[in-house]
């Protein structure tokens, strides 16, 4: 039991950095119909940035406060070059733009700093929780809290604001929002702003607690996605309750490998991420849904 409730612990850091993620692509759906799959790029892009001003010898809080405001930056860059320029196209084809715009993110990053992973700044406490069987660092437990402060923020601003409301009703009625003198292409700026920020956030958090390079942190945001199918692109609770599903069954994987009969198909690398698959076929067969921006039912999940 002792083992079990450790890679429960060890499985907070993957539902923090999750529900981060989560929050960021629901905020973008929720403001302009478009499933970012470019969200990757803006958590490796703020990564980045906060590295390379670390190792400029910037003040590790203007350095995090840099590489939150690339990854907005980026946010907002996507937003016009990749997505808005396909919006006649709609939306599966602006959601094509994002993988458009990953790539060319993964391949400038490898330019600039190279494919080896580097030593990402830490800006959570350094230290571990000590457990009876084993411990937690404080770098990747750190993240949890981080994230559930996060969560908070973005519902309050999205429910209790009228730029939340704004945001929505302009994605649901482009016309309908202008004619009450709301501007559709700011709004959906702004979301793409803040979601760009929080991806940028877990990015910086989830190469602190590991290291960086341009493919862990931009395809490790594909467990967000699956969380995000669980939980309803239009619910953020929901994608929080995804994020919690994805990350403890990830994070437990390797406890269950000790359960005989199970020992020996979830033993090895790849076994989270077959679990993971697995999980996401399930999903999708159970609400017969299909992860795209245009399918309605994807939308009332």
């Not at 391949?107 to 009876?132: C, E, H, Q, Y």
Request: proline share 6%.
């Amino acid at each position: 039991m002792g083992t079990f409730f450790l890679y429960f612990v060890l499985s907070l850091p993957l539902v923090g950095a999750y529900a981060l993620l989560g929050l960021g692509i629901t905020v973008i759906y929720q403001a302009s119909r478009v499933l970012n799959l470019a969200h990757g790029a803006m958590a490796m892009g703020g990564a980045y940035a906060c590295y390379q001003l670390a190792k400029w010898h910037t003040p590790l809080p203007l350095a995090v406060i840099g590489g939150i405001v690339a990854g907005a930056l980026l946010g907002v860059l996507v937003e016009r070059v990749f997505v808005r320029q396909l919006r006649a196209s709609g939306p599966t084809t602006q959601t094509v733009g994002t993988v458009a715009a990953l790539s060319f993110a993964i391949a400038m990053a490898s330019r600039v700093w190279g494919t080896l992973p580097v030593p990402a700044p830490r800006i959570l406490p350094r230290g571990a929780l000590r457990l009876s069987d084993g411990f937690v660092p404080w770098t990747q437990l750190g993240i949890f809290p981080v994230a559930l402060g996060g969560a908070a923020v973005l519902f309050a601003l999205f429910q209790f604001t009228d730029i939340g409301l704004a945001m929505r009703g302009a994605a649901q009625n482009r016309r309908g929002a202008a004619l009450r003198g709301v501007d559709p292409d700011r709004t959906a700026r702004l979301a793409w702003v803040v979601g760009g920020a929080f991806a940028a956030l877990a990015g910086i958090l989830l190469a602190g607690a590991s290291e960086l390079d341009p493919f862990s942190v931009s395809l490790g945001v594909l467990p967000a996605f699956v969380a995000a199918l669980i939980g309803g692109l239009e619910s953020m609770p929901g994608v929080c309750v995804g994020a919690l599903i994805v990350g403890t069954i990830q994070g437990m994987v390797p406890a269950f490998a000790h359960v005989p009969g199970l020992g020996a198909l979830l033993q090895g690398q790849g076994a989270p991420e077959l679990v993971l698959s697995v999980l996401a076929l399930v999903v999708m067969a159970l609400r017969g849904a299909r992860l795209v921006t245009g399918d309605v039912r994807a939308e009332a999940l």
